[in-house]
């Protein structure tokens, strides 16, 4: 299958611990050597929050902001790249033109961001849908798409499914700063809805999940095509 991954920079390097950036490598060099072919897109995470939230009380605007953001997404991918080695692009590709030459090539394109006022969930979405991905997987730190934030309701249910025109009514209504608890941001929920694309929401935080999306046997949500 082709497969892409969004790896949340929180779930990848919420600290800076390199075993589990190994245990990320490891899972997808397995899927790899099982005969996948994969983009990845890594995320910021507490890092990205931290410059952001220094930048702003220095008085930059939003772009500006997103420039940080954007550095550190491309910093964490450089880690996940340090780990594959020479499976992995030398750097990540700063646009999907590249990533998906990469992919063409049959090397493992390791995205961080590529332009302003998106996150990485719309980069993985974007990229998935270019490459024609037959699955999209977002490991987030969010273990699924709940009914209601599960950090602060009690009683949020985790859909099992859930239709792309459902995904998008849900996650409209949630603010997207970041730091927001949002499985998927609207951009990434809206290029699955157009692109008609198979995505699998699971918790990141074991890179074994992603192994289980893949294989179609996991915890997480599965977001399926309305017409399906
Ligand atoms: P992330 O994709 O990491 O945000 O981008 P996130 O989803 O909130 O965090 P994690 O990693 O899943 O925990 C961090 C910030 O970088 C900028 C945005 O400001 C975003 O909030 N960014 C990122 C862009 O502007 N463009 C991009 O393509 C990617």
Redesign the pocket.
Known sequence: MNVVVSV???VLAPDLDPERVRAYAAVLEDLEASGHRLGAVV???PT?REY?AAARALGANEIA??GL??A??RLNARLLIAALGERATTAPPEDLDAAREAMRRGDLPVM????????????AASLAEYVDADLLVLA??VPGVYDADPTQDADAIKYAEIGTGELIDLVTDIEMD?G?NAPV?LLAAKVIERGGLRAVVVDGTDPENVAAAVAGDHDGTDVVPDDE
């Open positions: 949340g920079g929180s995320g910021g995470g990205a952001i902001l997103d953001g954007i550190v997404t961080g961001g590529t332009a302003p006022a998106h996150t990485t969930d719309a980069v987030t730190s970041a927001s941001d």
